[in-house]
């Protein structure tokens, strides 16, 4: 009987214990997206919310891409001096936008 009663015990702290030793992990992702600024990139200039304005003519390829934070931000893009785009995009994480130059 006593026999018994120590297995049963043993197998109920078995049960128990065996959580212990568990780890979970949260993975985050970047709170990064990514801006793509296609077509012809001559002589643009890209102003994105209040930062410091981008110059596209100092690139080589016609396929520009910059990382940006996630979130809203208002976007204008001048060509020749003249406003070409004009809108607000809404990033998620891990996103990329194109943005078509004309």
Do not use: A, W
Request: net charge neutral; hydrophobic share 40%; proline share 2%.
């Amino acid at each position: 009987m006593t026999h018994t009663k120590f297995i049963i015990f043993s197998l109920i702290c078995l049960v128990l214990f065996c959580g212990c030793g568990l780890k979970e992990t949260v993975v985050q992702k970047e709170k990064v997206s990514y801006l793509s600024f296609t077509g012809n990139i001559s002589n643009v200039i890209v102003h994105i919310d209040d930062l410091e304005p981008i110059n596209l003519n100092n690139t080589s390829s016609k396929n520009v891409q910059y990382e940006i934070s996630t979130g809203k931000h208002h976007i204008v893009i001048t060509k020749n001096g003249e406003e070409v785009v004009n809108r607000v995009v809404l990033l998620g994480s891990g996103s990329v936008k194109e943005i078509k130059i004309p």
